[in-house]
Structures are given as C-alpha cells and as structure tokens.
C-alpha cells in the first residue's frame, strides 16, 4: 500500500459562521479514508488563537476541543506548519491542507494566500476565485459580463448607513418596490441578510447588514425557486445535478440552514425540466470560470417559474460540509460519495499546485 497523505483539516475562524464551520469539519474528518490520510487537525478559536488538536472529533461541534487543544504545546503547531517556510525545508509534514472555513479569513482569499505562502497545497479556490467569490458586489458585475443574469441591485455603505440612512433609503425606495433583500456583501450563510417588506424593516436590516460589513447590496425580490448546483474540477470542471431548497422560513436564512431541525425541504433532483436543469448547470460551470474557481464552488440560483428566466444568486467556494448541506448530497447522487468527494477534492488541489511550480 502506498503512504498516507498527510492532510491537515483547519477548522473554526473568527467569522459569524464558526458554529457552521465545526459542523463541516465534523463531516470532512469522519467522512475521510483513515487508510488513506493521517489526519491532523487545525483549530482557530473566536479570537483567532490557532491550535493543534488531537482529541475526538466528536468534541469539535459543541466547542470542547478548545480546553483539550489550549493543554498542547504550540511549538508543534509551528513546526507543523511553518517549519518548511522558516528553515527552507521543502519536506515539510503536511501534503495537503484542507480549510473547512467559512466566511471571512476563511473563504475571501486571506488564508489561500497565507497557504501560497507555506507553498501547500489547499482545498478549494485560490486567492482570486476566494476573493471574487466573497465579494457579492464584484462577483455580480462578473456575472454580468459572462452573460448571465442577475437580480438588480444598489450597492451602499456602512459610513453612507451612518452618516445619512435617511437618504440611503429613500435612493432604495427609489429604485425598487418592496419587499427588497439587505444583504452584507462579504459574509456566507445568509448571515446578516434580511427581507424587508417595508421602510422600517429596511432601516433595521441596513443596520443589521452594517454590523457585518463596510459593503452592503440591496437587492430586488426575485420571486421563484432557490436552485442550487455543484462544481467540482481545475481546468475541466464539472456541474452535478441540480437541487431545490423549500425553506422552513420566508428565505432560506442562517437559521433556517444549519439550526431548524430539518424542517427545510431538500429535494434533489430538482422540480425541473431537462432544459432547464441543462440551462442551469451550464450557467453554474460558466459562473464558476468567470471567477477563476478551481476546485470545488456550490452556485446558487432563484427560478422565476412565471417566466423562466433564470438568475444567478451568488457562488460558494467554501460550500457547507454539514449532515444537510446541498454540495455533498448533490455529488453523492451523482455517484460520488462522500468519501470518494474528499479523495477527489485533494488530489484536484495536488493537482494544481503541481501544475503551478
């Protein structure tokens, strides 16, 4: 039997979406072929403090890791890590790193470029495609150019919030009916978004989304179904099949995701027609190009039904790793299962960085 690889799971992050983050890696880590990986895990608190864990993965999602981690010495996380960058040895300990990090200092390009600088293979989107991807505002304009559609939209900001919300609003009003959303521009989960179905949701949900973000969207209500498809590949890349989300809520919101008790609906394939569902993978890979994605990217979408028009929602270069989330379940019924997912996810990382040098 050939060696295991030698693949280090980084976990947690100072983002609104830590919790989400725990329930991924807890997935990730029980779904990989111990004959295949050692595994090392990588735990980044709330503060930001990085430590080396070895216990149970079973403590990671209650947050319990944190005490057994804080009692190992962080030299070995060092050496770990860093020792290859600071001695110049280019046989360091890890082959692979595997960040199962959402949102901000997770999937907006900050730690890819901290792993381009360890000289490491990664997981996922590079420091363009991560940045791109995190940014809703940049990543639509891109959308546009690639000839796909997307939901009108005012982008503001945190000071313009602060300095004259009044004036904020009545541009919106402005522009658009309600109900509008009010969305952060560089946060995932839907963390920070909400529908506002009149003056006084809206002056709460701009302050809301400015607690997140200096960037904010205001968007137009699409009515239609939320359609969700899965990329997978570097130079080729692949879209799965397509799924449907019914949300237990009005929008299919950060609690509605991760903390409703599987009271959302799932249903894959989705309710659509064979041209349809083709329209929508082929505009899923086209999204995924426009912003140089590589490795994996979940690509959302609303469906208005009435006229069948088709609008891209955003992309996800850190898709949800957790018991419910659509990026794994889509794979898996296209005969990819979770585990393969996994093998598939690192050898493409190896693959790029290879081609990279």
């Known amino acids: 039997m050939q060696n295991k690889l030698n693949v280090a799971v980084v976990f947690g992050g100072k983002s609104g979406e830590h919790e989400v983050s725990l329930m991924s890696a807890t997935n990730v880590i029980n779904a990989m072929d111990k004959d295949k990986y050692n595994i090392y895990t990588i735990g980044i608190t709330k503060q930001g403090k990085w430590m080396l864990y070895q216990g149970p993965v079973d403590k990671l999602q209650d947050g319990s890791w944190e005490q ?72 639509k304009q891109l959308f546009i150019d690639a000839g796909l559609n997307v939901a009108d939209y005012i982008l503001t900001y945190k000071h313009e919030i602060k300095d004259n919300l009044q004036e904020v609003i009545k541009k919106i009003e402005s522009k658009f009916e309600y109900p509008v959303f009010v969305k952060p521009v560089n946060m995932g989960s839907s963390v920070g978004i909400t529908k506002a179905h009149d003056r006084a949701e809206l002056e709460s949900g701009l302050l809301v989304a400015a607690k997140h973000d200096r960037k904010i969207l205001i968007e137009e209500f699409i009515k239609g179904s939320e359609i969700e498809c899965a990329v997978l590949g570097n130079n080729y890349p692949e879209a799965s099949g397509v799924g449907e989300i019914i949300p237990s809520k ?31 993978r082929e505009a899923a890979v086209r999204a995924f190009k426009a912003l140089d994605c590589c490795g994996m990217s979940r690509v959302d979408f609303f469906l208005d039904r009435s006229t069948g028009r088709v609008y891209i929602n955003e992309i996800n270069t850190i898709p949800g790793f957790t018991k419910i989330s659509m990026y794994p379940k889509l794979w898996e019924r296209a005969g990819l299962g979770y585990s393969k997912l996994i093998d598939r996810l690192i050898e493409l990382a190896i693959e790029r960085h290879n081609e990279t040098k």
């Open 68 to 139: 057994e981690a804080s009692k190992l010495n962080g030299n070995e996380l060092i050496e770990l890590l860093l020792s290859p960058m600071i001695d110049g040895n280019q046989n360091g300990k890890i082959d692979a790193i595997f960040p199962v990090l959402h949102g901000p200092n997770g999937e907006d390009g900050t730690i890819q470029g901290f792993f381009e600088m360890l000289d490491m293979p990664y997981v996922g989107c590079g420091v363009i495609g991560s940045s791109l991807g995190m940014d809703k505002a940049i990543s």
């Open 250 to 280: 009005e929008f299919y919101d950060y609690e509605a995701k991760y903390f409703d008790d599987g009271k959302s609906t799932l249903i894959i394939p989705a309710r659509l027609t064979e041209e349809e569902e083709s329209s929508i």
